[in-house]
């Protein structure tokens, strides 16, 4: 089955760090560019970082551009983003993405994980 | 950054009925526009992109129209499956790269 799983996520005090993971199955997951969108509580989606097919080029928004890396391994079929100097404002269920496009980017999503909740409180 | 506004807020129709959304951009993104759907405790699903063309799978019931400014998503005749929350997002401007609508929640009239 194609899919996409989450963990990681959970309660951290303000300031502290944590490490999403994305298992992917059912594709080859070397040949797409993957991203992180995240859904604050009762808000909308919001793109986080991608990270292209070799893991060679990132982005990130700028919300969290110096805080967040991804990053990925492609012998383990896994996606990951490393997530420092926590906020309260970071506080969402994180979603892994794939983009279907193999060479460039197309800022769409095909395929979605069902998402891991990060709560950031003291 | 884009603004992508999504109207109605909440849209109540019965089965077998046609349902419209729509999704306003503050400014062009050509036809750089998709839509998913999501489903509580569910990840969200690509129904269109391109603005018009349906992702792989996707029952032909779901249409989207629309350019520059103005995006119509139609679900030509609900089936239950169909009740979920509609999200657009314009993949056309930096920065950010994309933006989303906040949401249009398909409940059952």
């Known amino acids: 089955e194609v899919q996409l799983v989450e963990s990681g996520g959970g309660l951290v005090q303000p300031g502290g760090s944590l490490r999403l993971s994305c298992a992917a199955s059912g594709f080859t997951f070397s040949s797409y560019w993957m991203h992180w969108v995240r859904q604050a509580p009762g808000k909308g989606l919001v793109w986080v970082s991608r990270i292209n097919s070799d893991g060679s080029s990132t982005s990130y928004a700028d919300s969290v551009k110096g805080r967040f890396t991804i990053s990925r391994d492609n012998a383990k079929n896994t996606l990951y983003l490393q997530m420092n100097s926590l906020r309260a404002e970071d506080t969402a269920v994180y979603y892994c993405a794939r983009d279907p496009g193999t060479t460039v980017t197309t800022w769409y999503f095909d395929l979605w994980g069902r998402g891991t909740l990060v709560t950031v409180s003291s | 950054e884009i603004v992508m506004t999504q109207s109605p807020a909440t849209l109540s129709v019965s089965p077998g009925e046609r349902a419209t959304l729509s999704c306003r951009a503050s400014q062009s993104v050509s036809s750089n526009l998709a839509w998913y759907q999501q489903k509580p405790g569910q990840a969200p699903r690509l129904l269109i992109y391109?603005?018009?063309t349906r992702a792989t799978g996707i029952p032909a019931r779901f249409s989207g129209s629309g350019s520059g400014t103005e995006f119509t998503l139609t679900i030509s005749s609900l089936q239950s499956e169909d009740f979920a929350v509609y999200y657009c997002q314009q993949y056309n401007n930096w920065p950010p790269p994309c933006t989303f609508g906040q949401g249009t929640k398909l409940e059952i009239k």
């Open positions: 391109g603005a018009s």
